[in-house]
């Protein structure tokens, strides 16, 4: 297993913040004076998006690029065509870059449904998809993932996320029921599924055959108590720390690390410790989190 890390480890989100990040050179710069191999590729147009140019910034710091963040509002099938364009444009930047190794990391479109993002962490089951959403969200799902593969090669795993429709244990149960596991593969992020309720060493033994990808993440357990008897919305419970740095909450990483090598996973693990923009100190987290993983031998 190599390890990356990525550029939402610095604040570079999806959701359109005023704040902005940190310009991408400095970014890359860190990732790889922590000591990490690779990156994804953060929302579309941080990192450069023409091939050469985009391959000489990884190839000048011995970086690999792996994987690619695509969000789609999946359950309204308005929003499938657009979603499968920006999936088509996105793989077929990584096919260039990387070639058909690399996944495009497809996930709902987190925080744009309010009772999602307000409920975040605390999600009821009244607070879900019916039978027929369901269908609309897994046929979406599935017609990105084979578009995608057969016009690059490449794969698609889904992200489930904390704030969208697919952030519980049952939730990713019932998506991966739906779903053709020859095609669509899941990208497990622990940090996430534990805020959602779960545990992700069960996972790792439960989604096995599907985990094509791994986000390391670790959640605040404080915060987490804190952002359910508050109520606190999705982004708050990030601003507050819920996604604090590895070993510093309740992800049993060693055993996860185990769970993992014991099924026979050979990908990636990237570090993400999700921040806002101008939150934190990235690099020196970045620092941190790659000796505690040296410490189990990644």
Known sequence: ???????????????????????????????????????????WGYLPTDPERLSVELASRNLE????????????HRAHAAGEAHALRVSGLLKAVTGPAALVILSDDNASV???????????PEHGL??????????????IARSVLEATGLRAAFHHHCGGYVETPAELGT???????????LCLDTGHYRFGGGDPVEAVSRYAERIWHVHFKDCDPEVAANSRSQGW??????????????????VDFPKVVDALQQKGYQGWIVVEQDVLPGMGAPRESAARNRVYLKLMGL
């Open 1 to 43: 297993m190599k390890v990356a890390n990525a550029p939402v480890s610095w604040g570079v989100l999806e959701f359109g913040f005023k704040e902005s990040p940190p310009g991408f050179a400095q970014v890359l710069d860190e990732i790889r004076d922590t000591g990490y191999q690779g990156t994804e590729l953060g929302d």
């Open 65 to 76: 690029l792996l994987a690619a963040f695509v969000p789609v509002r999946l359950a309204d």
């Open 114 to 124: 309010e009772l999602r993002a307000a409920n975040a962490g605390r999600i009821r």
């Open 130 to 143: 019916d039978r027929g959403q369901w269908k609309v969200f897994a046929g979406g799902a599935e017609r």
């Open 175 to 185: 998506l991966m029921k739906l779903t053709d596991p020859d095609l669509l593969g």
């Open 233 to 250: 919305e999705y982004l708050e419970s990030v601003r507050r720390g819920v996604f604090c740095e590895l070993g510093q909450g309740e």
